[in-house]
């Protein structure tokens, strides 16, 4: 087919997602909705095969129940992940959010090694008992979210959702305040999924306060009567 034309990007993008093919829509929608939170996932296989791996389409849809998402692919040779297989088998896994403290460590077990070799042992993760599911805790991991599967929910052949309730939150000392749960984010420090080989660390913050409806009008009325005013002046 020949090339088109070179469009700049002045002229800004409007386009049917049919009309793009997989590999450049996978780079336009991964590259739009970011930043992305990651999910380190630990998972045990039926025979005992401790498994983990980084996984981006994630994010908490609801506290009670606490439900977590994963969007998991098939290998780009269409076979099954081992983490959606353990997932599938077991129905028990553990999250561990990403942060700068972990992200080079967890990018080594995205690496597809052949399945005698451990992703854990390669990237010197150490593990420590998870309390309520069998797959265990990586114990350099600020926080850790041990989930049961809930369901699977298949998009195409090689896409699932996979939905876990969390059963289990535990974080390391210094990042959540244990009488009134604030987290400490600049203790926490989690990293961000942008696209390709890209990452973000938590830039700078600040706040917006959600007004309530009477805020709002109050805050309107004071904005009117100031304008008002300078008309006079
Ligand atoms: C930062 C990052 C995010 C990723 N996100 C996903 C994802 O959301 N879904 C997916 O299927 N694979 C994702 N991958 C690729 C998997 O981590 C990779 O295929 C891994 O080898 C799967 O391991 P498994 O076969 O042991 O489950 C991601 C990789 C990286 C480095």
């Not at 129905?91 to 070799?117: L, R, W």
């Amino acid at each position: 087919m020949p090339k088109p034309p070179h469009t700049p990007i002045e002229i800004g993008l409007d386009i049917d997602p049919d009309d793009l093919g997989q590999r450049d829509l996978y780079k336009l929608v991964c590259g739009l909705v970011v930043p992305r939170p990651i999910a380190l996932t630990t998972t045990m296989s039926v025979n005992g095969v401790v498994n983990a791996a980084p996984f981006s389409f994630f994010n908490i849809f609801s506290e009670r129940p606490a439900v977590v998402a994963l969007g998991l692919n098939s290998k780009p040779d269409g076979s099954i992940k081992d983490t959606t297989r353990n997932i599938r088998e077991t129905g028990e896994y553990v999250i561990h959010v990403v942060t700068q403290s972990i992200a080079e460590k967890a990018n080594v077990c995205a690496t597809e090694f052949p399945s005698d070799m451990s992703e854990i042992d390669i990237a010197r993760f150490t593990l420590k008992p998870s309390l309520v599911v069998s797959p265990p805790t990586i114990a350099e991991a600020p926080v850790a979210l041990e989930c049961r599967l809930m369901s699977i929910t298949p998009l195409s052949p090689v896409r699932n959702i996979v939905l876990g309730e969390v059963v289990r939150i535990r974080t390391a000392p210094g990042i959540v305040d244990p009488e009134r749960f604030h987290v400490d984010i600049s203790a926490y420090r989690p990293v961000a999924r942008l696209f390709g080989n890209l990452y973000a660390r938590l830039g700078e913050l600040f706040e917006l306060k959600r007004l309530t409806y009477s805020e709002w009008q109050d805050k309107e009325a004071t904005k009117a009567a100031k304008e008002t005013d300078s008309v006079q002046d």
